[in-house]
């Protein structure tokens, strides 16, 4: 027996097909694998192939990257990194006309460089960043679609879950996909701080400006986040300058977060339980998907699907880019059906042949892929972060929401052009700091 391009074509079908069924992911891409390599291989060199995918994922050193990660952003949580982050960005910025707006997005992109996570990120600065909002009289579309934007950032700016995600399923070095990470994140912030200013010359009226709070308040707020800055930056800048591989890192993330909450005097027996019990649960789910995500690629291989589109792209005879355009336009139709992740392990190993083939370097792909799959969730219908800040705001309709993300969303194609046609907004800081 051997698998065909067809049975593979078969095997795609059959996971979204569970997917939009609501099978979770990880069981879906774990069964999916296993029956097509059992139909492919027969059972019993299916079974050995699959546990030998089973273990060595399971025995990785990198993998330990993540729940030390996610450890961290617990601990953070204890320490209440949100609120701090959210609060000294309004005092610098709030007194000008958008500026609550612009110090979410700042917030958003603190937070997110400690959890990593575009969920996480969402709905935590959303719990303390949409009242204050609401209540200084902002309206209602701008801030939920300014919240939902801004939660993106958790997956782009270091340390990204998606990216060490990607890293293990590609083999790439999670240290280069965290430094080529750094320069389209803070474009991308900086491309929603631009939206907010245009919008909010627009329509003066729906943000107006707050309060100017004085310069002792400003550094009050600021010295309440110095701790956290100086982790983030002694964590993200050790992996760029290669002073800790990206797990050295993780453990030393964990150790001056428990610090933090420690002098802030915030760690208590039972918020440690509650981080160790979150982060076990979420580590677990992540090694799911990472392992179903493994045996359905090895199916995918098997069956020769990967090699038979990317030689049908390639006789197209159109370059790099124009190839590119026409797969993130892929990726934005399935992404409106699929989120974020699913979004990931399903094209990965469909795609990464054919980015080969066109010399493209498989780390841009990596910082490519994550941005397409934030636009996935912040893109109507099934964008996970605008249903996040939804059940944040029960009173707003989801209509007014997917009006206030329009504008970011504009913003995010752009940007997604701008990483197409210049490469070197994610490969020129990886070269310079390997020379």
């Known amino acids: 027996m051997s698998g065909t391009p067809e049975m593979g074509l078969t095997g795609v079908g059959v996971l979204l097909l569970m997917l939009l069924l609501g099978v979770p992911i990880g069981v879906s891409l774990?069964?999916?694998?296993?029956?097509?390599?059992?139909?492919?291989?027969?059972?019993?060199?299916?079974?050995?192939?699959?546990?030998?995918?089973?273990?060595?994922?399971?025995?990785?050193?990198?993998?330990?990257?993540?729940?030390?990660?996610?450890?961290?952003?617990?601990?953070?949580?204890?320490?209440?990194?949100?609120?701090?982050?959210?609060?000294?960005?309004?005092?610098?910025?709030?007194?000008?006309?958008?500026?609550?707006?612009?110090a979410s997005v700042a917030g958003c992109a603190g937070f997110g460089a400690i959890t990593g996570s575009s969920l996480a990120t969402t709905a935590t600065v959303g719990m303390v960043a949409l009242p204050e909002m609401r209540k200084r009289g902002y309206a209602d579309w701008l801030a939920t679609g300014t919240l939902a934007a801004g939660g993106t950032l958790g997956q782009m700016i270091p340390p990204s879950g998606a990216l060490i995600v990607f890293g293990i399923l590609t083999e790439q070095s999670i240290g280069k996909l965290f430094t080529a990470a750094l320069v389209p994140g803070i474009t991308q912030m900086l491309s929603y701080l631009l939206v907010i200013w245009i919008v909010t010359r627009i329509w003066p009226a729906s943000a107006p400006p707050s309060p100017r709070a004085s310069w002792s308040e400003r550094w009050v707020a600021l010295r309440r986040v110095a701790d956290l800055l100086l982790l983030i930056l002694l964590v993200i800048g050790g992996i760029a300058l290669g002073w800790f591989t990206?797990?050295?890192?993780?453990?030393?993330?964990?150790?001056?977060?428990?610090?933090?909450?420690?002098?802030?005097?915030?760690?208590?027996?039972?918020?440690?339980?509650?981080?160790m019990e979150q982060t076990l649960r979420t580590s677990g789910l992540i090694y799911t998907v990472v392992i179903g995500a493994l045996i359905f690629s090895t199916f995918i291989t098997v069956t020769g699907v990967a090699d038979a589109f990317g030689n049908s792209v390639l006789t197209l005879g159109a370059g790099p880019v124009v190839t590119m355009i026409v797969v993130a336009l892929f990726l934005l139709l399935v992404g409106s059906v699929l989120d974020g992740l699913g979004l990931m392990l399903l094209t990965t190993p469909i795609l990464l042949p054919v980015i080969e083939h066109l010399g493209l370097s498989p780390i841009w792909f990596g910082i490519f892929l994550v941005r397409a799959m934030e636009i996935g969730f912040v893109h109507p219908p099934l964008g996970l972060n605008l249903y996040v800040i939804q059940g944040v705001a029960k009173d707003i309709s989801l209509g007014r929401i997917f009006t206030g993300v329009v504008p970011f969303l504009i913003a995010d194609l752009l940007h997604l052009l701008l990483l197409i046609l210049f490469p070197a907004l994610a490969l020129w800081l990886p070269g310079l700091l390997a020379k």
Request: proline share 3%.
């Open 246 to 275: 990206p797990s050295e890192a993780a453990a030393v993330g964990c150790v001056g977060a428990f610090a933090i909450c420690l002098l802030r005097r915030r760690l208590t027996l039972a918020a440690l339980m509650h981080a």
């Open 30 to 102: 774990g069964a999916v694998g296993l029956v097509g390599l059992i139909l492919a291989l027969g059972f019993e060199p299916a079974l050995i192939k699959s546990g030998v995918v089973f273990f060595e994922t399971l025995s990785r050193y990198e993998l330990g990257t993540l729940p030390l990660f996610m450890l961290m952003a617990q601990l953070c949580f204890v320490a209440e990194a949100s609120r701090d982050f959210f609060d000294a960005a309004s005092r610098m910025m709030g007194h000008r006309r958008g500026g609550l707006a612009m």
